[in-house]
């Protein structure tokens, strides 16, 4: 005898229905992380780092067969305005260039900044014995003898966030402070120089 074929709207395969309830809950997942992460952002409303130079010199200034020695001092400026973040740096380097050449290199150690805090951080760059090309040379002799230099001044950081017990995974901030202008006579003050963060 044969069997009559199944009626329209039978029951659909288990495993169909199986995949559809997989995907709701993946969907439902997915829509209440992002909720989760816009109200966390709402109440955290994060702000963004101001970095500012606030001071610096040079100090045994030396340009001879195009090989520099100096060293280089800088005080930098580092605000957290935020109210409810506060911030690791893990590992700080800081270095300065001429006309896209690295002359001076040098770490900061590590350091906490809490909430709503201004942290001053006193940098000492010393170029040694810096071989440089002659167009570069050339022009940094010119600088010299005009009494001022303009100098890009980097800082990469490996940071980490904190809010209230939370803490993120390292992330890497860069700061470009440029042009950073700097007197070779200490008669004429420093102008402050803002910089620039990608995070």
Not at 4 to 12: E, H, M, S, V, Y
Request: aromatic fraction near 10%; charged fraction near 20%; charge should be positive.
């Amino acid at each position: 005898m044969a069997v009559p074929p199944a009626p329209p709207g039978a029951a659909k395969p288990r495993h169909s229905i199986l995949v559809r309830t997989i995907a709701i809950v993946l969907l439902a997942l997915i829509v209440l992380v992002g909720l989760s992460v816009l109200i966390i952002w709402l109440a955290v409303r994060p702000k963004k780092l101001v970095y500012t130079i606030e001071d610096g010199s040079i100090h045994g200034f030396n340009l001879t067969n195009n090989h520099l020695n100096a060293t280089f001092n800088f005080v930098i400026r580092s605000y957290n305005p935020n109210t409810k973040v506060s911030f690791y740096y893990d590992e700080v380097e800081v270095s300065v260039s001429y006309d896209d050449e690295t002359v001076a290199f040098n770490t900061v150690d590590p350091f906490f900044q809490p909430r709503r805090n201004v942290t001053h951080l006193g940098v000492k760059l010393v170029a040694q014995d810096v071989g440089l090309f002659g167009a570069v040379a050339k022009d940094l002799r010119l600088e010299r003898s005009a009494g001022e230099v303009e100098l890009d001044v980097r800082v990469k950081a490996k940071i980490r966030f904190k809010v209230g017990v939370w803490k993120s995974r390292h992330r890497t901030m860069w700061i470009l402070c440029s042009p950073t202008l700097v007197h070779f006579s200490s008669s004429k003050s420093f102008e402050r120089t803002y910089c620039d963060i990608d995070l």
